[in-house]
């Protein structure tokens, strides 16, 4: 009965409900649409960038700042200061190897250097690896040209996309095994290496983010930047080689000194694979079952479905934290999380502002009705009966306009993924997780959108229904 008369007083007073109607179906379309869009932003973002270069979750040093795996995230800081390294090699290594639930990991150095190409010069993010590992723990990675990094071999490769942009600048192909130059400047001085380009690869999921990225041998990464491997304790100088330091300076150029007898060459391959360590020792580039990674990487990326809690506690009491793939992307990521914060908090000011402008409806409504409402009251109507009619009539007309609303929402998103519409931007491409625009409907957007529509409808109908709700049945003798 009381769904009966609600749908006879929505049809007897079409312009008002069809005015409550289209508010609702606005802002739900809205709050579809965008969040739609937001989501597949966030899967493309995902499948990009944890396949690709971040990996589930990531094992960074403790710092001051902070850290993603293009460096420190304020620009002051990342400029000039090195960054740390991670400590406890034996300790995280003997502790992740325990866990069955990781299935994989790789080390990695990050840094940026002044990459020169043929002339093309631009700083670019430089990630340092242990390829055997890199690449099996990324196979969207896809090589088009030349040859993956091999342990053990001096060389980089870049993304088709850079080589196409160098391409365009220095106006010939680029060719595999032409020298590539790096000068990097940090707080320990300024530093040039070159290394051949060795391959030309692409990603499955790309974005102008990952595509920027240059992978260098450990080696040469660690010569460029200064990355040394330093022994678990620091080393001491013993008693009896301490009176070199007693004699003075003057003793250091003393002509009478111990001279050698014959002067030894040294290579230059030997000079670019010194690491500074004071013993003179060369880097180590036999390939190993796993990359050493203590006191000579930056990062440690890992493949699990382990919770980040679960890691957490499994290094708790160790100089390191753990963050997930976003953190450990940069700004780029997190700057997803930012928009959808702004989007909804807007979309709340547009739903308020409906809100109240369907409030004024209502009123009116109920002034229009006081002699139907004072009539029902006068057959022996109670006040819940009242109130529960207008909270019906407020529920169809909510279900109706977000039922309107998410169809046209539905009716958009596939008209936006069949027209296949290319994303030209750098900066929009990357905040969209890719270089097409496409559009998911996951069921949880069209659940919220009802809930919404639900709440937008029986919320401004709560002031009314007071209102209205308070009508005495003489009023229905009174006359207009």
């Known amino acids: 009965m009381i769904l ?112 020169d190409l043929a002339g093309f010069r631009r700083p670019m993010p430089v990630f340092g690896i242990d390829p055997e590992e890199y690449f099996a723990m990324f196979p969207a990675l896809e090589l088009l040209r030349g040859k993956r990094l091999q342990a053990g071999e001096y060389g980089v490769m870049l993304s088709r996309s850079k080589v196409s942009e160098i391409e365009a600048e220095i106006g010939r192909p680029v060719r595999i095994g032409e020298p590539v130059l790096f000068s990097s400047f940090g707080n320990q001085g300024f530093s040039l290496r070159e290394v051949p380009l060795v391959g030309i690869h692409t990603y499955v999921h790309p974005t102008p983010v990952v595509e920027e990225i240059v992978l260098m041998d450990p080696a040469t990464f660690r010569a460029l930047n200064r990355v040394f491997i330093a022994p678990d304790d620091p080393a001491a100088i013993a008693y009896s080689d301490s009176d070199l330091i007693d ?100 979309l709340m000011l547009v739903a308020l502002a409906g809100i109240i402008a369907m409030v004024n409806i209502l009123l009116i409504a109920v002034f229009e009705r006081k002699r139907e409402i004072g009539t029902l009251r006068a057959l022996g109507a ?72 639900l709440t937008l409808g029986l919320g401004a109908g709560l002031y009314p229904v007071h209102r209205a709700s308070r009508i005495e049945p003489i009023v229905a003798l009174e006359r207009r």
């Open 4 to 115: 009966r008369l609600a749908i006879r007083n929505l049809l007897r007073h079409r312009r008002s409900s069809l005015i409550i109607m289209a508010v609702i179906a606005l802002i739900t379309c809205l709050f579809a649409l965008g969040n739609s869009l937001l989501a597949s932003s966030e899967r493309g973002l995902r499948q990009s960038y944890v396949y690709s270069y971040t990996g589930d979750l990531v094992v960074m040093p403790e710092a001051d700042f902070s850290l993603s795996l293009f460096g420190a995230n304020t620009p002051a800081v990342g400029e000039y200061y090195s960054l740390p390294t991670l400590p406890a090699r034996e300790e995280l290594e003997a502790r992740l190897g325990d866990d069955a639930r990781i299935a994989d990991w790789t080390a990695q150095l990050s840094g940026l250097a002044l990459v």
């Open 247 to 346: 004699e003075g300076l003057d003793s250091l150029f003393d002509a009478s000194a111990d001279q050698p007898g014959e002067a030894e060459g040294v290579s230059v391959l030997e000079l670019f694979n010194t690491d500074g360590n004071s013993n003179g020792e060369s880097l180590s580039l036999t390939p190993s079952a796993r990359p050493e990674f203590e006191g000579g990487w930056n990062f440690l990326l890992l493949r699990t479905d382990a919770g980040i809690d679960r890691i957490h506690e499994l290094l708790a009491d160790l100089p390191v934290r753990v963050v997930d793939w976003r953190r450990a992307a940069g700004p780029s990521a997190l700057l997803v999380l930012l928009v959808q914060f702004i989007y909804n908090g807007g």
């Open 382 to 453: 109670p006040v819940r009966y009242v109130r529960l009619l207008f909270l019906v009539e407020q529920g169809l007309l909510a279900l109706s306009g977000g039922g309107v609303g998410l169809l046209i929402a539905r009716l958009a998103t596939v008209a936006i993924n069949q027209a296949g519409i290319e994303i030209a931007n750098q900066t929009l491409a990357s905040l969209l997780g890719g270089y097409r625009l496409a559009m998911d409907f996951p069921a949880s957007i069209a659940a919220g959108s009802i809930i919404l529509a």
